[in-house]
């Protein structure tokens, strides 16, 4: 057993420092971009020298990759969750956009980035965003269409993506407010753009 622990220790210190050059990673990205960041810059933000970023990215383009596929995967993932534990639609809906308020007030770097680098990734690794992407839009279209099975689709798709504008557009800029009321606040003007508006 003795010999196990300081593995899983070696194991978990490799696991924080991977997140935290993650964390840094979309900081410096959000403020300066892509390619204005440097690997020396990385390791200095995470407190470790440029090449031992190497020990957990091959190249700076691995870690915006992991930082966005990584968003991507999180909101595919958590999402189905929120959905598969609603007790009915209008509950799945609810939980949709609290869950994508949360994501969008927690992680503005991480939406910032993606809005402005995404085109740096790769080509693979820009499909499988996007693929993500269009996975997660139709999870929200289906909830949508079973409430309003009446209108089309398209339309659903439409609001959704409005949606998803003001939800990740709007915390850049609401940092004076509590994050309870902007949270409060958002969820509101999402459920009215996906025309639910709140009783």
Request: glycine share 6%.
């Amino acid at each position: 057993m003795a010999s196990v622990r300081p593995t899983s220790a070696r194991h978990r210190a490799k696991a924080d420092r991977r997140a935290t050059l993650l964390t840094e990673a979309s900081r410096l990205f959000a403020r300066r971009g892509f390619d204005g960041v440097s690997i020396e810059d990385l390791g200095s933000a995470a407190g470790v020298s440029g090449p031992a970023v190497y020990r957990h990215f091959p190249s700076k383009q691995a870690v915006l990759a992991a930082l966005l596929v990584g968003a991507s995967e999180r909101l595919v993932t958590g999402g189905h969750e929120v959905v598969a534990e609603a007790t009915d639609d209008t509950a799945a809906l609810r939980s949709l956009i609290r869950f994508h308020v949360e994501f969008a007030l927690a992680d503005p770097d991480v939406i910032r980035v993606q809005d402005r680098d995404l085109d740096s990734l790769a080509e693979p690794e820009r499909r499988a965003v996007r693929g993500l992407q269009r996975r997660y839009v139709e999870l929200w279209v289906a909830v949508l269409t079973r409430l309003e099975p009446e209108v089309d689709p398209a339309e659903l798709r439409i609001r959704t993506h409005a949606t998803f504008g003001l939800l990740n557009s709007t915390p850049h800029s609401a940092r004076s407010l509590p994050r309870s009321r902007v949270g409060s606040l958002l969820e509101e003007m999402a459920l009215a753009a996906l025309g639910r508006p709140a009783p």
